[in-house]
């Protein structure tokens, strides 16, 4: 799938244009604050309706204006379509293929991308909120049914955790909690099968791209950690079996009620669960170098981009916002072999143009104070 063009009406510091990128890497080069962020986060924002920065939705638009208005053409499986997501008055309006939708279910019709920010190193080194994540994005781009499987989870948490909590001020009502532990296990037991058939997927994949991007030296490997149910499952392995894993966690959570009730909340689920990270047998958030959980994010986003691509196949867009200077240029050179063999199109924000390997289909765009220019290939 590729962005064949992007408008960018008050969005941010950018002044109002049309980006009309290359099918390969897309490079956008300038100084600091220039908007080279601004533009990344446009083109996330347009195919996920979510930022990757703290602050508002009001801060989107830019300083001063009423609203912002962004519309990209994409080509997914030779279709090309529209998306359009427009701001003003306090309300967000969508439109796909020129009809306004109202539910973002409809919105989502495929237009897929992977970013990678410098913030993601909390990937490695972070919360395990931010792995979850990862994976259920992960879901959601294969199948935007991901997104209904997690909110009907999140909705019969949100009605536990409310039962819960009232036992501060007396009595909880039983029966309404044991049907309610029944619902959760199992929307929680779809949630994670979806999640462990991912990993699956992913850990050959993964362990493949490390490789190649580190030259073999450590091994990087994935698991699951799902909290609360050691002390049930003993020795036995995680099981791929919907029906075991409602069983599992309703267990689970009976264990857990008297302690829930007491604190207030639901300790254990899928809302809890972590994804481990180990390099050559030790957790890589705290074995990892600085380099090394740089290279370890990489091959997350690269493993996850070629996952998209055997499931939908293409490959979505990748977005590098920032990637820095902390590669070496031998890790850089493999990166950029990797992404050209990947046929992905790629959009890079840099400093120093310099810094993205010379490729004969690249494209260069300058960013100077929010001003989007086609720059020649080939120097200033
Ligand atoms: N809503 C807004 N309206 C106008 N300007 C904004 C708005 N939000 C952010 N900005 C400004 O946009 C500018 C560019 O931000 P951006 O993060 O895109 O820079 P950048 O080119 O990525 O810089 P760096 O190289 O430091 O990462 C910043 O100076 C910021 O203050
Ligand atoms: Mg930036």
Not at 76 to 84: A, C, G, P
Not at 85 to 97: C, F, H, T
Not at 230 to 252: F, M, N, R, S, Y
Request: charged residues 25%; glycine residues 10%; contains cysteine.
């Amino acid at each position: 799938m590729r962005l064949l063009d992007l408008s960018l009406t008050s969005w941010r510091n950018l002044a109002t244009c049309v980006v009309t990128p290359g099918s390969s890497i897309n490079v956008f080069h300038g100084d600091n604050a220039q908007g080279k962020t601004n533009l990344i986060e446009a083109i996330f924002y347009v195919a996920s309706l979510r930022t990757f920065r703290p602050g508002r939705i009001s801060q989107l638009t830019r300083w001063g204006s009423p609203g912002f208005r962004l519309k990209a053409r994409a080509e997914v499986e030779d279709r090309t379509m529209t998306l359009e997501v427009g701001m003003g008055e306090g309300a967000r309006r969508l439109q796909v293929d020129g009809a306004p939708v109202e539910s973002t279910e409809e919105y989502f019709g495929g237009f897929n991308v992977v970013l990678f920010t410098p913030e993601h190193l909390a990937l490695v080194r972070g919360e395990p909120s931010g792995r979850r994540s990862f994976v259920d994005r992960a879901l959601f781009n294969v199948n935007a049914i991901h997104l209904r499987v997690v909110r009907r989870y999140n909705r019969i948490l949100r009605e536990r955790n409310a039962l819960v909590k009232q036992s501060h001020a007396g009595p909880v009502d039983l029966v309404w909690l044991e049907a309610l532990d029944e619902q959760l296990a199992q929307a929680g037991a779809a949630l994670v099968m979806r999640r462990l058939e991912l990993l699956e997927e992913l850990k050959p994949i993964l362990a493949r791209v490390h490789d190649e991007l580190t030259g073999g030296g450590k091994t990087l490997r994935l698991g699951y950690r799902a909290r609360g149910l050691a002390e049930i499952l003993g020795k036995q392995q995680l099981q791929l079996d919907e029906g075991v894993w409602t069983a599992l966690l309703g267990e689970a959570l009976r264990r857990r009620r008297s302690e829930d009730l007491r604190r207030g909340f639901t300790g254990i689920g899928p809302h809890a669960d972590d994804v481990n990270l180990v390099l050559d047998d030790r957790p890589a958030r705290l074995a990892a170098s600085q380099g090394e959980a740089r290279t370890i994010v990489l091959a997350l986003k690269l493993a996850e981009v070629l996952w998209i691509h055997d499931h939908r196949t293409e490959p979505p867009v990748l977005l590098l916002d920032d990637m820095g200077s902390e590669l070496d240029g031998g890790r850089r050179q493999v990166l950029f072999d990797y992404i050209s063999q990947m046929q992905c199109q790629t959009f890079v924000t840099t400093v120093d143009r310099q810094w993205v390997m010379d490729g004969e289909k690249n494209k260069y765009f300058q960013i100077v104070d929010g001003e989007v220019m086609d720059s020649a290939e080939g120097g200033f």
